[in-house]
């Protein structure tokens, strides 16, 4: 079964620090991926998604994550923070529906970023 | 400005009550999600549904159903609420993005409800 890896449940980062938040998938079928972020009190919003090309894809908020098929990781990056990205980040993956009717999108337990000023 | 709305933010509860959340997306989707939320486990798919009347199990349908009565609204109902259902509850809409049932692309989430159930 796919699934997705989140290995740091909480990064803490001084502001302006780069940061690199993990995401590792298992499925040897093509797939989208997705990052998400949940700020406190919200629901979630996509920060950046892969479906084709270029394997470095950018997002909002200054956001980026890069997609690399042999590792078959898309880490999300910044190189510099702000006490404003303070949130919950999820990683996602869409596969395609094989043995189901849909394609279903499968996320990652989350990583809470903390950004200490 | 797309948005989802879910009919409440908190919610309590007691053991046994019938319990309804609902959710509205205002831009004519045609795929529509519930997904519960629990620390350490990300977002877990419970129903799904990509037309009017229609619907599908996810990861974790037992002790919920759904209604699709028309495309905007989507319900989850917990029949008989147990102290294990207490957990943050997402709805969530996509647009349907090939010619057949699909949760691809981005999804729009609502708020959220946090339930508990005492």
């Known amino acids: 079964a796919q699934s997705v890896t989140q290995l740091d449940s909480q990064v803490p980062v001084f502001e302006e620090a780069p940061v690199e938040l993990r995401c590792n998938y298992s499925?040897?079928?093509?797939?989208?991926l997705f990052w998400y972020v949940q700020y406190p009190n919200q629901g979630l919003q996509l920060l950046l998604k892969?479906?084709?090309?270029?394997?470095l894809v950018k997002g909002i908020n200054g956001f980026e994550a890069e997609f690399n098929k042999s590792q078959t990781s898309f880490h999300l990056r910044k190189p510099s923070v702000h006490i404003s990205d303070t949130a919950e980040y999820f990683c996602?993956?869409?596969?395609?529906?094989?043995?189901?009717?849909?394609?279903?999108?499968?996320f990652g337990p989350g990583t809470s970023l903390s950004v200490i000023p | 400005d797309v948005k989802v709305t879910q009919s409440s933010r908190y919610l309590v509860k007691r053991t046994g009550e019938k319990v309804f959340l609902e959710c509205v997306q205002d831009?004519?989707?045609?795929?529509m999600f519930w997904y519960r939320q629990d620390p350490g486990l990300g977002l877990r798919l419970i129903y799904f549904?990509?037309?009017?009347?229609?619907?599908e199990k996810g990861d974790i349908p037992e002790g919920y159903s759904v209604s699709r009565e028309k495309k905007e609204r989507f319900s989850l109902i917990l029949e008989s609420a147990s102290t294990n259902q207490t957990s943050m509850y997402l709805c969530?809409?996509?647009?349907?993005?090939?010619?057949?049932?699909?949760?691809?692309?981005?999804?729009?989430f609502g708020p959220g409800t946090r339930l508990t159930v005492l």
């Open positions: 996602a993956v869409k596969v395609n529906g094989e043995e189901t009717s849909y394609d279903k999108v499968i």
């Open positions: 831009m004519d989707h045609e795929n």
């Open positions: 499925s040897s079928v093509s797939v989208y």
């Open positions: 969530a809409s996509s647009s349907l993005h090939i010619d057949r049932p699909s949760s691809t692309d981005t999804q729009y």
């Open positions: 892969y479906l084709s090309g270029s394997t």
């Open positions: 549904s990509y037309d009017v009347k229609m619907k």
